[in-house]
Each structure stands twice: as C-alpha cells, then as structure tokens.
C-alpha cells in the first residue's frame, strides 16, 4: 500500500518511542496494526467490488454483443427462406415423383427387368432356405 523501506520504519519507530513513551507503545503499536488491517481489507473489499463491476459490465457487453449476432443471423437465415422458397422446391420435387409413379415404364420388358443396384441391395434375404 505504501512504499515504505526499512529505514522509513525504524524512523517513525523511533520518533513513536520518544512521544509516546516505552509503557504505552505496545498496545498504541496494536492499536495502529489493527487500524493497517481494517484499512487494508477495506482496499481490498474496494478493489474486489470494482473488479466485480468492471466484469459485470464487461460480460454484459459480451451478451449484448451476442445477442446482436443472433438477431443478425435469425434475419439471415429468414431472408435465405424467403429466396429458396422450399414450398415450391418440394412440390416441384413431388410433382415429378408423381407423374414418375403415373407414367411407369413404357415398356413391359423393362418393367419386369428391375435395375442391379436395386435387385441386389434392396432384395430381402430369406433366412430359411
């Protein structure tokens, strides 16, 4: 708290004995000690309360700071809705399977000749035979 070096102490030592006398020095040197320590846990409560603030304040910054990201991005992501137009996507997307399903194969043979990569993976085996 206070820049004070040996010399500066043994000093105020002994002008404190020559004032106040060898018989009420040590309970007036008691005194002073009780008196650093309350100042000092007073600083230190100080320091801790301002440090406390300057986090509140700083994580409310931070908050605020994230919320303006995601009040940014929700716009984002609605203005990339409004320009896909997945409605229209998916009923494009079922229009085409269904007429698919309607037209089926043209010819009967290809009907009955099913793709390879269908007939070997999606064929379920018969554990029995």
């Given at each position: 708290m206070f820049d004070m070096g040996f010399a500066?102490?043994?000093?105020?030592?002994?002008?404190?004995?020559?004032?106040?006398?060898?018989?009420?020095?040590?309970s007036v040197a008691?005194?002073?000690?009780?008196?650093?320590?309350?100042?000092?846990?007073?600083?230190?409560?100080?320091?801790?309360?301002?440090?406390?603030?300057?986090?509140?304040?700083?994580l409310q910054r931070m908050l605020q700071q994230q919320q303006e990201e995601l009040s940014s991005l929700k716009e984002t992501i609605n203005e990339t809705r409004h320009d896909v137009d997945l409605?229209?996507?998916?009923?494009?997307?079922?229009?085409?399977?269904?007429?698919?399903?309607?037209s089926g194969p043209a010819d009967p043979a290809e009907a009955n000749s099913?793709?390879?990569?269908?007939?070997s993976d999606s064929a379920p085996s018969n554990p029995r035979s």
């Open positions: 500066e102490m043994l000093v105020i030592g002994i002008v404190a004995l020559i004032v106040i006398g060898p018989e009420r020095l040590p008691r005194k002073a000690g009780a008196w650093f320590a309350r100042i000092r846990r007073f600083v230190t409560n100080v320091k801790s309360d301002v440090e406390r603030e300057f986090r509140t304040d700083e409605d229209g996507i998916q009923r494009s997307v079922e229009e085409a399977a269904n007429e698919a399903i309607d099913a793709p390879e990569s269908l007939t």
